[in-house]
Nanobody, 117 residues
């Protein structure tokens, strides 16, 4: 069973930074892509950023220029560096891994990010 464990969330003031980590229980090369989603209270879950097997990255317009997704293959870990945080970035952030097969995506339990104004 694949496990994804997020960490690094917390409370930060607007303009501050956080780095989220997603530790994957097996080689990240076993996945087509790994990404971060977020869900704010009473809102739908939305894509934040993804990184593919080939190192292509994709970002939501709302975080472009502020967030950076990266990975450490040796540690089977994907990171989300978040800078210039805004109160509207407050949400639970989830890590997800898309397998090469047609199986469903794997999800972590989420980590809370709260940005105070």
């Amino acid at each position: 069973q694949v496990q994804l464990v997020e960490s690094g969330g917390g409370l930060v003031q607007a303009g501050g930074s956080l780095r989220l980590s997603c530790a994957v229980s097996e080689s990240i090369f076993n996945f087509r892509a790994i990404g971060w989603y977020r869900q704010a209270p009473e809102k739908q879950r939305e894509l934040v950023a993804t990184i593919t097997y080939g190192d292509s990255t994709n970002y939501a317009d709302s975080v472009k220029g502020r967030f950076t997704i990266s990975r450490d293959n040796a540690k089977n870990t994907v990171y989300l560096e978040m800078n210039s945080l805004k109160p509207e970035d407050t949400a639970v952030y989830y890590c997800t891994a898309r397998p090469w097969s047609t199986a469903s995506d794997y999800w972590g339990q989420g980590t809370q990010v709260t940005v105070s104004s």
